[in-house]
């Protein structure tokens, strides 16, 4: 695998708007992402609808929804608390991803992109895939 050191030149992300596009709004999402922790973490029972749901699977999908969700926050305010927490919530999937190469939907891998500020756009890769796909795995 090919990495991209100090930059993400070469990582074919979606543009924001692009990779956002389908996104709930900022405040409903920030809702859904806490019940998928509490729900991921044992604070709140998963409601019993539907097939039964990999754990490694909705963790994922936290994570990503959560990176994203700060990623958007970061966007609408650049100062340094929304820019770290999006790079600490990017840096995580990353994390997560090498663990469980399996669950990768876009074309680059975590390891494509080396330097943090380059992890939002593997963020944004990642939840672009996974849209497209319909959100599959929650």
């Not at 389908?22 to 991921?40: F, K, T």
């Not at 029972?45 to 999908?61: C, H, L, Y």
Request: proline share 12%; aromatic share 4%.
């Amino acid at each position: 695998m090919n990495a991209t050191p100090n930059s993400g030149e070469g990582i074919s992300a979606p543009p924001p708007h692009e990779a956002y596009a389908n996104a709930p709004d900022l405040r409903r999402e920030m809702h859904q992402v806490l019940a998928l922790g509490a729900e991921c973490d044992g604070r709140q029972a998963r409601p019993v609808t539907g097939p039964p749901v990999d754990a490694t699977a909705a963790e994922r999908a936290w994570r990503l929804r959560q990176a994203a969700l700060m990623d958007r926050m970061a966007l609408d305010d650049p100062g340094p608390g929304p820019v770290a927490a999006a790079a600490e919530t990017a840096e995580q999937l990353v994390l997560h991803d090498r663990r469980h190469p399996d669950l990768v939907a876009g074309p680059h891998h975590p390891d494509a992109i080396t330097l943090a500020p380059s992890r939002r756009l593997y963020v944004r890769q990642e939840y672009a895939a996974w849209t497209a796909a319909g959100r599959p795995r929650i």
